[in-house]
């Protein structure tokens, strides 16, 4: 883990002295936006008009902000129109890298050996953490965004009069309900994993723990009365969650120390993570090797013999399950 300063990669972790021992993810620098015919995004963001082959997607398949894109590139029929690039699962001194390994899809614009090439490429003086995703844009040879939230939603819609698959996963009809799953959902599931996993003191890990497993609670009751978290239909919502419940029993309850309960543990949340795994094109965009190799051995200060634990037993493809079956 490092970040670039002036262009410049320093190979440094997260300060938590200075956070009294709490983990605080820093915004994403590059905020614009692919919409259909240029205008500019939904808050002003400068646009960028949609065409096959323009954009080039990088990701890390172990990456669970990235695996959100990856989801909804799937979901929507994108692989065609906007092609990919995937990381190494190692993250060392340098980085994310294109180091050749199983799964690994090298770079094919610039040639990068690390990502951080890539974000100099766009900015050649950028300060920051290098993250995934990142979406270039080979006509101005830019970055268009690095803040998988927003990709999300770009892939959702801006390619629809192109060719690409129907579904709306942000109906306007349910998006405010969406909206405050997602803001519970992220602030306590998707970073409070993290925020649990990289404190460095005891008070840090019990102010994120405690609120992660009460949402695990509020959702195993929520799942209750639907299929879905939101509405009768695949949202946004459920893609966000997927991608840290996938990982979940594999990497956060025992390495992120989110050991109160085991997803397993929970019916309801067990049960529509495999129907969310079973679902068309969702199992191939998970790669456990990238998950488990990712976390175990880029974390030397968590795990530093950087030993990949060979469980747990997680077989999501039987008993077969459909969403529309789950109540």
């Not at 820093?26 to 954009?55: C, H, K, L, N």
């Not at 965004?145 to 009809?173: H, K, Q, T, V």
């Not at 949202?235 to 309960?261: M, P, Q, S, W």
């Amino acid at each position: 883990m490092g970040l670039l300063v002036e262009g410049q990669w320093r190979d440094t972790w997260y300060d938590t002295k200075a956070t009294g021992g709490a983990f605080r993810r820093s915004e994403a620098a590059f905020r614009d936006w692919v919409t259909a015919d240029g205008a500019p995004g939904p808050e002003g963001q400068a646009g960028f008009a949609a065409e096959p082959e323009r954009y080039h997607l990088y990701v890390s398949l172990a990456c669970p902000w990235a695996h959100r894109t990856l989801i909804m590139r799937a979901l929507k029929g994108l692989e065609g129109m906007v092609p990919l690039s995937v990381v190494h699962w190692y993250m060392g001194e340098n980085g994310w890298t294109f180091a050749p390994g199983p799964g690994v899809v090298p770079d094919p614009i610039h040639h990068a050996r690390f990502l951080h090439q890539i974000y100099t490429a766009a900015m050649p003086d950028y300060t920051g953490r290098v993250t995934v995703p990142v979406l270039w844009d080979t006509r101005r040879a830019t970055i268009v965004s690095n803040e998988s939230a927003e990709i999300l939603r770009m892939f959702n819609s801006a390619f629809d009069s192109l060719g690409a698959r129907a579904g709306d996963f942000y109906p306007p009809a349910l998006r405010a309900e969406i909206d405050a799953v997602n803001a519970r959902v992220y602030d306590t599931v998707n970073n409070g994993v993290y925020k649990a996993g990289f404190a460095t003191t005891q008070e840090a890990y019990e102010a994120a723990v405690v609120p992660l497993f009460e949402t695990l609670d509020w959702l195993e009751a929520r799942l209750a009365t639907s299929g879905y978290l939101v509405g009768a239909q695949l949202t946004e919502a459920d893609i966000r969650l997927f991608t840290t419940l996938v990982r979940f029993d594999a990497v956060y309850h025992g390495h992120f120390k989110c050991n109160l309960r085991p997803i397993a543990d929970y019916p309801r949340l067990a049960t529509y993570l495999r129907a969310f795994f079973q679902m068309p094109g969702i199992a191939a965009t998970v790669d456990f090797q990238h998950i488990k190799g990712h976390y175990y051995q880029s974390h030397k200060t968590i795990n530093p013999t950087g030993i990949v634990p060979v469980g747990p037993v997680q077989d999501l493809h039987v008993p077969q399950v459909r969403f529309d079956t789950l109540l």
